[in-house]
């Protein structure tokens, strides 16, 4: 396990989000240590993913403070702008760009955010492209992959960007089952590396394995948080109870 | 331990606030649009006065002093008389042109999918002929070929079944005759009593389920009506009277009467729509997010009532002429009945008759009143955007049918249908919900298309406005009543598209 | 490690062959399946058989009057585009040929064809013409050797694919081979087939026996020369340069050619070079404004593309386009208002498209130098009057300007179509309800209202002493009613884009104008391909429209000009032969055009996705 820092790199105070009448956030409390990686689970439709689409502002919070690496998130430009880049993010259906080769896909964003010369950032996506396992795939485009591949070509492209925090929204859930694990692989060779990450998934080996801090969200807030040791063994609240019996 | 949160809702500057920017960005392109349309409108008010033109809308009023070919009017009495001429021109090949264009676009549709090859491939040959080719090089094709039909005079005088010139085709025709108001009234009635009888051979059907020939069944009543009411029309001549009651009812009916009722129908009609507008979004949580689509056409709604009402209190015309339309349209139908010059109305209902051509001077001739002539303009543009759009539609159907899913054909052919049956009873019905809305964009095609007969002199609305500003010099005016008149068609026909298709979204849910 | 399935190493399964099939197969399955199809075949059939004849009846006629059209070609083409000027034309022309030589080599277009299909096409032909000589109104002599061209087609492809057996299907030929034959075959057939031709001078009815485009032969013959070296080269080419660079390079060249063939080479402009050359004022000295903007322009847009430039940049651009607006209120060249419009939208431009390193800068600066030249040029080009003496306003007309109204309406339409389609897929409500109601209301209007709108309403809307041509006055009428048209496509393949593309671009800390630029544009455009094409034949069409107010396009020719010619040919009874070749003409452009955008459909689809 990695070691914490010591400092707090994301704070939520009572964040609170709407949908039009439906309220998908009610108060989220949390903060989260540099280097900590966090594994949100919850039922679905508990707010868990608008929480972290929340933090690099893919979604506008209502009402309450999220501050990431010190800079407030609000309306201003320049904020979101800086946010962005420094929070990488990978999604349930990769949402890679497919009139895109998997080299242009990971070296698009540093190229023109943060306007690294060519050849920079192409030896820096190659070697991106070998950590998660697939240097050869470079001149392909994203439709001629497996979904294991597109996934880890999608954290890449997240990496190049030399992001201070990565969240991950069920990165696993599109997946055939086989093509899990790689994908699994890939984020534990990350989270020891030392990146603070947030996850949504249901993998609840990887909570076992790998996460410093369990989140349990439902009905748009935390019910209960822990370690995976505490979480998976002695849970206290009802509703923890009741959805780990379920899911396990 | 932890870094403080310190900067609480601090409101970033102006020039960084995403959300001032968006609004000021809107603001600054709509200020320039108004600008430059200022711009335009100052420059063309001041050219109108340098070139002493004028702007307004006399030219509804007055007299004309134009001609027209072909239409209700031949010599219009004012400029709305005479748009209204172009109106009507515009629609007889809109609404002829689509119910034909609709019967042969099916069949075609469904041709160029049948396995019989000749069949499949003249389908085709005239899908991509006819669609490849500018409509109007085919709309002068066709007048052009009237043109090879004229022939010396000699031999054609006389009464004739079919006469071809570059003055149009001459055919047999059934007219209206001096019984025909009475027998209609039997016609009418047959076709409630139709209806009836095909509601109860349906549940006939559902309840028994034996074959009930519905439509047969439908179709004799009408039949038997019509056959009935042909010889015994004169006795409906007691609704003359009747007719003529309602007609001094409407001419005794004081003005603000009228102007009340349109009023308080203009306001009720649009409150109704929103009503209904309102239920349609109301979810069983509660009445759901209006998007800003909806609130525009709720405020439209409104206002258009509102505007309606006050016109129709302001302006004491319109109900005037309302009155004076329905007394009239009474009177018409007071002289139609009952007491003919000769004594009881004892004629027949229809008269067929045929084209008979004259001479009238040397070389020149002319249609005389038998049968009905075609004229080439009609001709010309008719079968022009008729076949032109068939080609379209065509395409559409079969897109449609391919749409509907494989699996469905084979299920139906599963169920031991045969192929014409499941063409019928599975496919068409779930293919004309993917149509629909294509098809209703190609009648409004075909309904602007109607526009081309400028170029064959046939005195549509286009060509109509075109006189007019010849001979007024109101150009200004008589474009921006084209774009009103357009825009109204195009509304009018896509609403009815889009009720039709909620209605069939609305059954298969 | 996962382990490994190793599968036994066998050939797999064939298919069994199919049974053998012969006409009366073919016949019983496809015309004769069942008696309702069988009674369908033989009542179509007949219909089909009757409608030939009546038509090739009429075609072939004696008393048609197709000298009327043969005659007429070159007005048909140009109008009365004046002889002793007629090499420019050609030039343009020949541009244009080896342009498509070099562009079917480059995107090696067609592939090839096996010899099976060839034997089948030859035989369709062949079959065709047996038909036509039989349904038509021919004499015996011409009845018997048309069929006999018919039977030998039909025989020798059949003995071939005898001959070639189960080769005849992988053997293949390139597509473009066959292609260049067939103009090819026309090009000898001018030197060789003599046809009956009136003599125009005094007695025009006697007919003697000439050579086909006596005038025209030896530049069509350099034409075809062209056209075939210019695709070698292509050929050659793709050899020696990477693909992407040449087409890169084509593409520019195509933008390029049009606007200089007819600004320059076909309008050929007197040029004031007094005023051009002259020290800059504010009516005068095109040359150095075009370089003083060049350079100044260069210089703020390096500055402005620098990393870490942000908002003083936004500040920069936004205070250049007040100024570009400002200007139209002053009195001043044309060119120079347009500099500072194109010199604001490359500065709000240049802090997000500029990269940190020199190369992307250098390329912006590229293109804005590119910009100005572009701009002077061709604003240079229309201020100068036209030299070409023709007796009408327009100094061509035929189908060279039904050409250039389609492709001038379609290209500047476009830039115009996809801001309005981004303006009616926007989430700011006050552009959207702009683009929404100018769309509606240039859709719900008929092009013909619109055009007569544009010929006696723009005159009203300008400022005293401006005017404008009615061709320019159609051609603005055509773009801004194409862009409406092309908008709506547009929009259908913008909607078409995931919002998680959107969402994933966002997440990697690109803007909104390069989220548009990089990723929603390129996928919504290549989705809209066809209905583009569809709008772009579309556009070709209703150019026909414009012989209404009365301009000179081709059908104008084929339907008012030759019907009333007297002298030196009496053509006026021929109204059917025009409108026929110009429905053909406008045919073949439609329809090639269609088929290309089939397989253009059929490649994409199959090559990246």
Same mark, same amino acid.
Request: proline content about 5%; overall charge neutral; hydrophobic content about 50%.
């Given at each position: 396990m990695a070691d914490l820092g010591q400092d707090d790199i994301i704070i939520c105070e009572g964040v609170k989000k709407w949908f039009g009448d439906f309220q998908a956030l009610t108060g989220v409390t949390t903060r989260i240590k540099e280097q900590e990686v966090v594994v949100v689970i919850g039922p679905s439709g508990s707010g868990k993913s608008t929480f972290i689409r929340c933090i690099n502002r893919l979604e506008a919070h209502q009402e309450g403070t999220i501050v990431v690496d010190g800079i407030e998130l609000t309306n201003d430009l320049r904020n979101i702008e800086k946010i962005r880049a420094e929070v990488g993010m990978v999604f349930q259906q990769f949402n890679l760009f497919p009139h895109l080769t998997v080299l242009d896909n990971v070296t698009l964003a540093p190229l023109w955010v943060r306007k690294t010369p060519k050849g920079e950032s192409d030896a820096q996506a190659m070697q991106l492209l070998e950590r998660v396992g697939i240097p050869e795939q470079a001149e392909k485009y994203p439709g001629q992959l497996s979904g294991g591949q597109q996934q880890r070509v999608a954290i890449a492209r997240a990496l190049a960007m030399n992001p201070k925090i990565m969240l991950f929204d069920e990165p696993t859930s599109a997946l055939d089952?086989?093509?899990?694990?790689?994908?699994?692989?890939?984020?534990?060779?990350?989270?020891?590396?030392?990146?603070?990450?947030?996850?949504?998934?249901?993998?609840?080996?990887?909570?076992?394995?790998?996460?410093?801090?369990?989140?349990?969200?439902?009905?748009?807030?935390?019910?209960?948080?822990?370690?995976?040791?505490?979480?998976?063994?002695?849970?206290?609240?009802?509703?923890t109870k009741l959805f780990l019996s379920q899911i396990l | 331990?932890?870094?403080?949160?310190?900067?609480?809702?601090?409101?970033?500057?102006?020039?960084?606030?995403?959300?001032?920017?968006?609004?000021?960005?809107?603001?600054?392109?709509?200020?320039?649009?108004?600008?430059?349309?200022?711009?335009? *409108?100052?420059?063309?008010?001041?050219?109108?006065?340098?070139?002493?033109?004028?702007?307004?809308?006399?030219?509804?009023?007055?007299?004309?002093?134009?001609?027209?070919?072909?239409?209700?009017?031949?010599?219009?009495?004012?400029?709305?008389?005479?748009?209204?001429?172009?109106?009507?021109?515009?629609?007889?090949?809109?609404?002829?042109?689509?119910?034909?264009?609709?019967?042969?676009?099916?069949?075609?549709?469904?041709?160029?999918?049948?396995?019989?090859?000749?069949?499949?491939?003249?389908?085709?040959?005239?899908?991509?002929?006819?669609?490849?080719?500018?409509?109007?090089?085919?709309?002068?094709?066709?007048?052009?070929?009237?043109?090879?039909?004229?022939?010396?005079?000699?031999?054609?005088?006389?009464?004739?079944?079919?006469?071809?010139?570059?003055?149009?085709?001459?055919?047999?025709?059934?007219?209206?005759?001096?019984?025909?108001?009475?027998?209609?009234?039997?016609?009418?009635?047959?076709?409630?009593?139709?209806?009836?009888?095909?509601?109860?051979?349906?549940?006939?059907?559902?309840?028994?389920?034996?074959?009930?020939?519905?439509?047969?069944?439908?179709?004799?009543?009408?039949?038997?009506?019509?056959?009935?009411?042909?010889?015994?029309?004169?006795?409906?001549?007691?609704?003359?009277?009747?007719?003529?009651?309602?007609?001094?009812?409407?001419?005794?009916?004081?003005?603000?009467?009228?102007?009340?009722?349109?009023?308080?129908?203009?306001?009720?009609?649009?409150?109704?729509?929103?009503?209904?507008?309102?239920?349609?979004?109301?979810?069983?949580?509660?009445?759901?997010?209006?998007?800003?689509?909806?609130?525009?056409?709720?405020?439209?709604?409104?206002?258009?009532?509102?505007?309606?009402?006050?016109?129709?209190?302001?302006?004491?015309?319109?109900?005037?002429?309302?009155?004076?339309?329905?007394?009239?349209?009474?009177?018409?139908?007071?002289?139609?009945? *009952?007491?003919?010059?000769?004594?009881?109305?004892?004629?027949?209902?229809?008269?067929?008759?045929?084209?008979?051509?004259?001479?009238?001077?040397?070389?020149?001739?002319?249609?005389?009143?038998?049968?009905?002539?075609?004229?080439? *303009?009609?001709?010309?543009?008719?079968?022009?955007?008729?076949?032109?759009?068939?080609?379209?539609?065509?395409?559409?159907?079969?897109?449609?049918?391919?749409?509907?899913?494989?699996?469905?054909?084979?299920?139906?052919?599963?169920?031991?249908?045969?192929?014409?049956?499941?063409l019928r009873l599975v496919i068409l019905p779930q293919a004309f919900r993917i149509i629909l809305p294509p098809l209703g964009n190609q009648y409004l095609n075909l309904a602007k298309n109607t526009s081309l007969g400028i170029a064959v002199s046939y005195p549509e609305i286009v060509l109509v406005g075109q006189t007019l500003y010849n001979q007024t010099g109101q150009t200004l005016p008589v474009v921006l009543f084209w774009m009103v008149f357009y825009l109204s068609v195009s509304l009018i026909l896509s609403s009815i598209v889009n009720y039709y298709n909620r209605k069939l979204q609305l059954v298969e849910r | 490690m996962t382990g490994r399935i190793v599968l036994p190493d066998t050939e797999p399964e064939r298919p069994p062959e199919p049974p053998p099939h012969g006409p009366i197969v073919w016949a019983h399955e496809n015309l004769f399946s069942t008696v309702a199809s069988g009674i369908l075949t033989v009542v179509v059939g007949t219909l089909v058989v009757l409608f030939l004849v009546g038509v090739l009846g009429f075609i072939f006629g004696a008393d048609r009057r197709w000298d009327a059209v043969f005659f007429n070609t070159r007005l048909m083409m140009t109008q009365a585009y004046p002889e002793d000027q007629y090499f420019r034309v050609w030039l343009s022309l020949g541009i244009i040929v080896s342009l498509t030589g070099l562009s079917l080599a480059v995107w090696q277009v067609g592939g090839r064809v096996s010899l099976n299909r060839i034997t089948r096409l030859l035989s369709s032909i062949g079959a065709g013409l047996i038909g036509l000589e039989v349904l038509g109104p021919f004499s015996i002599r011409a009845r018997v050797i048309g069929i006999l061209i018919g039977l030998v087609l039909i025989g020798g492809s059949y003995l071939v694919k005898r001959a070639a057996g189960e080769r005849a299907k992988q053997e293949t030929i390139p597509l473009m081979a066959i292609v260049g034959i067939v103009p090819a075959l026309g090009v000898v057939a001018l030197y060789v087939l003599r046809i009956p031709t009136r003599l125009a001078e005094d007695n025009y009815a006697e007919q003697v026996l000439a050579p086909i485009a006596n005038s025209t032969r030896i530049p069509i013959t350099v034409l075809f020369v062209v056209g075939v070296v210019a695709y070698s080269v292509g050929v050659l080419m793709l050899d020696r340069m990477p693909n992407a660079t040449a087409r890169v390079a084509l593409v520019g060249l195509w933008v390029l050619s049009l606007p200089a063939i007819v600004l320059t080479i076909l309008r050929d402009p007197e040029l004031d070079y007094d005023k051009i050359l002259a020290i800059p004022g504010f009516q005068e000295g095109y040359l150095w404004w075009a370089v003083i903007f060049a350079v100044g322009g260069s210089l703020l847009i390096t500055y402005l593309g620098s990393p870490a430039r942000g908002e003083g940049g936004r500040a920069i651009g936004g205070l250049l386009v007040v100024v570009a607006l400002a200007s139209w209120g002053v009195s001043m060249l044309v060119l120079i208002r347009l500099f500072l419009l194109f010199l604001a939208t490359f500065a709000l431009a240049a802090p997000t498209f500029g990269g940190g390193e020199g190369r992307a800068r250098a390329r912006i600066v590229g293109l804005w130098v590119m910009t100005v030249a572009a701009a002077a040029y061709f604003v240079v080009l229309v201020s100068g009057p036209s030299t070409v003496q023709v007796q009408t306003t327009f100094f061509i007309g035929g189908l060279f300007l039904s050409f250039i109204l389609a492709i001038f309406g379609i290209v500047l339409s476009f830039p115009l179509g996809v801001l309005f389609a981004l303006g009616r897929t926007s989430s700011m409500p006050i552009f959207r309800l702009m683009c929404v109601a100018y769309i509606e209301v240039v859709r719900g209007v008929p092009f013909i209202t619109w055009l007569l709108t544009a010929i006696i309403v723009f005159p009203i809307f300008l400022p005293l002493g401006v005017q404008v041509s009615n061709v320019v006055a159609v051609l603005v009428m055509t773009v801004l009613f194409s862009a409406a048209y092309l908008a709506e496509n547009v929009r259908g393949g913008l909607q078409s884009v995931s919002g998680g593309q959107i969402e994933a671009a966002k997440a990697l800390g690109m803007t909104t104008a390069q989220t548009t630029v990089f990723i929603i544009l390129p996928q919504a455009l290549r989705a809209v391909i066809p209905a583009l094409v569809g709008q772009v034949i579309g556009t070709f069409k209703d150019t026909s429209l414009v012989i209404i107010v009365g301009l000179f396009d081709f059908l104008a020719i084929a339907r008012n000009v030759i019907p009333n010619q007297r002298v030196p040919f009496n053509n006026l009874d021929a109204l059917t032969e025009p409108l026929m070749y110009a429905a053909l003409v406008y045919w073949i452009f439609t329809f090639s055009f269609s088929r290309a955008s089939q397989r253009l459909e059929k490649k994409l689809g199959v090559g990246e996705r």
């Amino acid at each position: 396990m990695a070691d914490l820092g010591q400092d707090d790199i994301i704070i939520c105070e009572g964040v609170k989000k709407w949908f039009g009448d439906f309220q998908a956030l009610t108060g989220v409390t949390t903060r989260i240590k540099e280097q900590e990686v966090v594994v949100v689970i919850g039922p679905s439709g508990s707010g868990k993913s608008t929480f972290i689409r929340c933090i690099n502002r893919l979604e506008a919070h209502q009402e309450g403070t999220i501050v990431v690496d010190g800079i407030e998130l609000t309306n201003d430009l320049r904020n979101i702008e800086k946010i962005r880049a420094e929070v990488g993010m990978v999604f349930q259906q990769f949402n890679l760009f497919p009139h895109l080769t998997v080299l242009d896909n990971v070296t698009l964003a540093p190229l023109w955010v943060r306007k690294t010369p060519k050849g920079e950032s192409d030896a820096q996506a190659m070697q991106l492209l070998e950590r998660v396992g697939i240097p050869e795939q470079a001149e392909k485009y994203p439709g001629q992959l497996s979904g294991g591949q597109q996934q880890r070509v999608a954290i890449a492209r997240a990496l190049a960007m030399n992001p201070k925090i990565m969240l991950f929204d069920e990165p696993t859930s599109a997946l055939d089952p086989e093509m899990i694990k790689e994908v699994l692989d890939v984020m534990k060779e990350l989270a020891q590396s030392g990146m603070t990450m947030i996850v949504v998934t249901h993998e609840m080996g990887f909570a076992r394995e790998v996460a410093d801090r369990v989140l349990f969200f439902d009905y748009g807030t935390i019910v209960e948080e822990g370690t995976p040791e505490h979480f998976f063994t002695s849970p206290e609240h009802d509703r923890t109870k009741l959805f780990l019996s379920q899911i396990l | 331990m932890a870094v403080e949160v310190q900067q609480r809702h601090q409101r970033p500057p102006l020039w960084r606030d995403v959300t001032v920017l968006k609004w000021a960005a809107q603001l600054v392109v709509l200020a320039v649009v108004a600008a430059i349309l200022w711009i335009l *409108g100052t420059t063309g008010a001041g050219n109108i006065d340098d070139r002493g033109l004028t702007f307004g809308w006399r030219w509804l009023t007055d007299p004309p002093g134009i001609s027209i070919r072909e239409g209700i009017d031949l010599l219009p009495d004012s400029g709305s008389r005479a748009m209204l001429v172009g109106i009507v021109n515009m629609l007889r090949v809109t609404v002829s042109g689509i119910i034909v264009a609709t019967i042969l676009g099916t069949i075609i549709g469904i041709a160029r999918l049948s396995k019989n090859w000749i069949v499949n491939k003249t389908a085709n040959v005239y899908i991509e002929t006819i669609r490849n080719t500018p409509l109007l090089v085919q709309i002068f094709f066709w007048a052009a070929l009237l043109r090879l039909f004229d022939e010396p005079l000699e031999a054609d005088i006389g009464v004739k079944w079919l006469h071809i010139s570059s003055k149009g085709l001459a055919i047999p025709w059934i007219r209206p005759d001096i019984g025909f108001w009475q027998w209609l009234v039997f016609v009418v009635v047959g076709l409630y009593f139709a209806r009836v009888m095909y509601r109860r051979r349906i549940r006939h059907l559902e309840e028994s389920g034996e074959e009930a020939y519905a439509f047969t069944y439908a179709a004799g009543t009408v039949l038997l009506f019509a056959l009935v009411g042909w010889f015994a029309h004169p006795l409906m001549a007691f609704l003359g009277p009747v007719w003529g009651g309602i007609a001094s009812f409407f001419g005794a009916l004081p003005t603000w009467v009228v102007q009340a009722v349109l009023a308080v129908g203009a306001l009720g009609i649009a409150g109704w729509w929103i009503k209904r507008f309102l239920d349609g979004l109301r979810t069983p949580a509660g009445l759901a997010k209006l998007t800003d689509d909806d609130i525009f056409r709720i405020v439209f709604a409104s206002l258009a009532g509102v505007i309606f009402a006050a016109l129709f209190i302001v302006q004491g015309g319109i109900s005037n002429l309302v009155l004076d339309g329905m007394r009239n349209l009474f009177e018409f139908f007071d002289g139609k009945f *009952g007491a003919a010059e000769g004594g009881l109305r004892t004629g027949l209902p229809l008269r067929w008759s045929r084209p008979f051509v004259e001479v009238t001077g040397a070389n020149f001739f002319q249609y005389g009143s038998g049968g009905i002539v075609i004229t080439g *303009g009609f001709f010309a543009i008719w079968v022009g955007v008729t076949l032109y759009t068939a080609s379209f539609i065509a395409e559409v159907v079969r897109a449609g049918i391919l749409a509907v899913v494989r699996g469905q054909t084979e299920a139906a052919s599963a169920l031991g249908l045969r192929r014409s049956q499941s063409l019928r009873l599975v496919i068409l019905p779930q293919a004309f919900r993917i149509i629909l809305p294509p098809l209703g964009n190609q009648y409004l095609n075909l309904a602007k298309n109607t526009s081309l007969g400028i170029a064959v002199s046939y005195p549509e609305i286009v060509l109509v406005g075109q006189t007019l500003y010849n001979q007024t010099g109101q150009t200004l005016p008589v474009v921006l009543f084209w774009m009103v008149f357009y825009l109204s068609v195009s509304l009018i026909l896509s609403s009815i598209v889009n009720y039709y298709n909620r209605k069939l979204q609305l059954v298969e849910r | 490690m996962t382990g490994r399935i190793v599968l036994p190493d066998t050939e797999p399964e064939r298919p069994p062959e199919p049974p053998p099939h012969g006409p009366i197969v073919w016949a019983h399955e496809n015309l004769f399946s069942t008696v309702a199809s069988g009674i369908l075949t033989v009542v179509v059939g007949t219909l089909v058989v009757l409608f030939l004849v009546g038509v090739l009846g009429f075609i072939f006629g004696a008393d048609r009057r197709w000298d009327a059209v043969f005659f007429n070609t070159r007005l048909m083409m140009t109008q009365a585009y004046p002889e002793d000027q007629y090499f420019r034309v050609w030039l343009s022309l020949g541009i244009i040929v080896s342009l498509t030589g070099l562009s079917l080599a480059v995107w090696q277009v067609g592939g090839r064809v096996s010899l099976n299909r060839i034997t089948r096409l030859l035989s369709s032909i062949g079959a065709g013409l047996i038909g036509l000589e039989v349904l038509g109104p021919f004499s015996i002599r011409a009845r018997v050797i048309g069929i006999l061209i018919g039977l030998v087609l039909i025989g020798g492809s059949y003995l071939v694919k005898r001959a070639a057996g189960e080769r005849a299907k992988q053997e293949t030929i390139p597509l473009m081979a066959i292609v260049g034959i067939v103009p090819a075959l026309g090009v000898v057939a001018l030197y060789v087939l003599r046809i009956p031709t009136r003599l125009a001078e005094d007695n025009y009815a006697e007919q003697v026996l000439a050579p086909i485009a006596n005038s025209t032969r030896i530049p069509i013959t350099v034409l075809f020369v062209v056209g075939v070296v210019a695709y070698s080269v292509g050929v050659l080419m793709l050899d020696r340069m990477p693909n992407a660079t040449a087409r890169v390079a084509l593409v520019g060249l195509w933008v390029l050619s049009l606007p200089a063939i007819v600004l320059t080479i076909l309008r050929d402009p007197e040029l004031d070079y007094d005023k051009i050359l002259a020290i800059p004022g504010f009516q005068e000295g095109y040359l150095w404004w075009a370089v003083i903007f060049a350079v100044g322009g260069s210089l703020l847009i390096t500055y402005l593309g620098s990393p870490a430039r942000g908002e003083g940049g936004r500040a920069i651009g936004g205070l250049l386009v007040v100024v570009a607006l400002a200007s139209w209120g002053v009195s001043m060249l044309v060119l120079i208002r347009l500099f500072l419009l194109f010199l604001a939208t490359f500065a709000l431009a240049a802090p997000t498209f500029g990269g940190g390193e020199g190369r992307a800068r250098a390329r912006i600066v590229g293109l804005w130098v590119m910009t100005v030249a572009a701009a002077a040029y061709f604003v240079v080009l229309v201020s100068g009057p036209s030299t070409v003496q023709v007796q009408t306003t327009f100094f061509i007309g035929g189908l060279f300007l039904s050409f250039i109204l389609a492709i001038f309406g379609i290209v500047l339409s476009f830039p115009l179509g996809v801001l309005f389609a981004l303006g009616r897929t926007s989430s700011m409500p006050i552009f959207r309800l702009m683009c929404v109601a100018y769309i509606e209301v240039v859709r719900g209007v008929p092009f013909i209202t619109w055009l007569l709108t544009a010929i006696i309403v723009f005159p009203i809307f300008l400022p005293l002493g401006v005017q404008v041509s009615n061709v320019v006055a159609v051609l603005v009428m055509t773009v801004l009613f194409s862009a409406a048209y092309l908008a709506e496509n547009v929009r259908g393949g913008l909607q078409s884009v995931s919002g998680g593309q959107i969402e994933a671009a966002k997440a990697l800390g690109m803007t909104t104008a390069q989220t548009t630029v990089f990723i929603i544009l390129p996928q919504a455009l290549r989705a809209v391909i066809p209905a583009l094409v569809g709008q772009v034949i579309g556009t070709f069409k209703d150019t026909s429209l414009v012989i209404i107010v009365g301009l000179f396009d081709f059908l104008a020719i084929a339907r008012n000009v030759i019907p009333n010619q007297r002298v030196p040919f009496n053509n006026l009874d021929a109204l059917t032969e025009p409108l026929m070749y110009a429905a053909l003409v406008y045919w073949i452009f439609t329809f090639s055009f269609s088929r290309a955008s089939q397989r253009l459909e059929k490649k994409l689809g199959v090559g990246e996705r």
